[in-house]
């Protein structure tokens, strides 16, 4: 079994993307005349969003080039499954090449041989399923090279189709899931126009964040790379830790025996179980980085908001309200599995980082945080902000 690219691999990518976009749930009922006018008015507003947080933050792209190899998409979907294929190949190359390595010198590699590539497509295609039903925009950061789009099926086309690769790393693009977006707007019942471009502000802060930062991506994807290096490919270990893991994924589950809400479990998410005592160092690194781009993100949006969004704090207030409510208990057990619990909590304590840092010192002193890998929070950092201040602003 191969994958696209035409060598072994450990997905089958193409039978991921199909899997995924056949179980993916519909999006929202609308006309064709208002699905155009939705893609056309955020296309609009991504562009004004970008000089709102430009002003608001003080950051500027690093080069003309920087900001304009870095597309807007507006995207259905099937669309953002296919994104995200391109982006998950490109990230896990690393670790396919230390399988097929093993595959080639060992007599349990026959574990995976025995599920096979189509049967993990199969199981990345009904993630990517769930996934695309709750992402309202992305910012790419590992994206593939240009050409990053496929030519449109027809000339009726409403949205973008990215391409599926391989083409190598390229500079990132920032995604916009059209259907998400409207599904949201009407189940808060908020002003579209307002919502869609909240929406726009705080996902234009994560493109600005990198096109105005050059190192910021490097960084990250050092961070992954080492962190998939650390990455044990021996089934006999992986099993001992799902064992280890499997009497505790369910106890912080509502009535499921243990305590609401727990977040303490060491088996918390999918991630947390495979992970190496190196790994959670890193991993520790690339949370504090990820907290500080999600909370930026949300004060950027809040910021702005009340000059260029009327209805900013009717929003917010039931957007944070959908947020605490969660979903049905299949839904929360797939949130803890996935690690999106761990999601949530980046807005807010990074959120709570950056004001704290600015009511101390100002978007000014702020802004140092983006000078050079030793200059951005830890994780302890995080949740205490005055000692950023005294290590780095001061």
């Not at 200059?375 to 005294?390: C, G, M, S």
């Amino acid at each position: 079994m191969t994958s696209a690219s035409g060598g072994a691999d450990m997905v089958d990518w193409n039978l991921a993307v199909a899997t995924a976009t056949r179980l993916v749930r519909p999006g929202p009922e609308v006309s064709r005349a208002e699905a155009a006018a939705v893609v056309a008015e955020l296309r609009r507003h991504a562009l004004e969003a970008e000089e709102h947080v430009r002003a608001f933050t003080g950051m500027r792209s690093s080069s003309l080039t920087a900001a304009a190899a870095t597309p807007v998409l507006v995207v259905d979907r099937p669309g953002w499954v296919r994104a995200n294929v391109a982006g998950f190949r490109t990230v896990v190359q690393p670790l396919v090449e230390k399988l097929q390595a093993r595959r080639a010198n060992s007599a349990a590699a026959g574990v995976f041989g025995a599920v096979g590539e189509k049967a993990t497509g199969i199981e990345v295609g009904a993630l990517l399923a769930f996934l695309a039903t709750k992402v309202l925009g992305q910012y790419e950061t590992f994206a593939p090279a240009e050409p990053s789009l496929e030519a449109p099926d027809s000339p009726a086309t409403l949205f973008d189709k990215p391409r599926l690769g391989p083409e190598g790393p390229g500079p990132g693009r920032l995604l916009l899931v059209a259907p998400n977006i409207v599904h949201v707007e009407r189940e808060l019942d908020v002003d579209p126009s307002d919502f869609r471009l909240w929406v726009c502000l705080h996902e234009e802060t994560h493109r600005t964040q990198f096109t105005a930062v050059p190192w910021l991506r490097d960084h990250i994807q050092s961070e992954v790379q080492s962190f998939l290096a650390e990455t044990d490919v021996d089934p006999g270990a992986l099993l001992d830790r799902l064992r280890d893991a499997a009497g505790s994924l369910g106890g912080g589950l509502p009535g499921a025996g243990g305590r609401e809400g727990r977040e303490s479990s060491p088996s918390a998410n999918l991630l947390e179980i495979v992970q190496s005592p190196a790994q959670r160092e890193i991993l520790g690194r690339l949370t504090a980085v990820m907290s500080l781009l999600e909370g930026h993100a949300d004060v950027v949006m809040d910021g702005v908001g009340p000059a260029v969004v009327p209805t900013v704090a009717e929003i917010r207030e039931k957007f944070q309200q959908r947020r605490d409510r969660g979903a049905n208990r299949l839904d929360l057990m797939l949130r803890r599995l996935l690690g999106m619990d761990a999601k949530l909590r980046q807005y807010q304590d990074g959120a709570v980082f950056v004001r704290a840092v600015v009511e101390q010192v100002g978007m000014e002193g702020f802004n140092r945080v983006w000078t050079s890998p030793n200059t951005l929070p830890t994780k302890d950092e995080i949740h205490d902000p005055a000692a950023w201040v005294a290590r780095v602003a001061r």
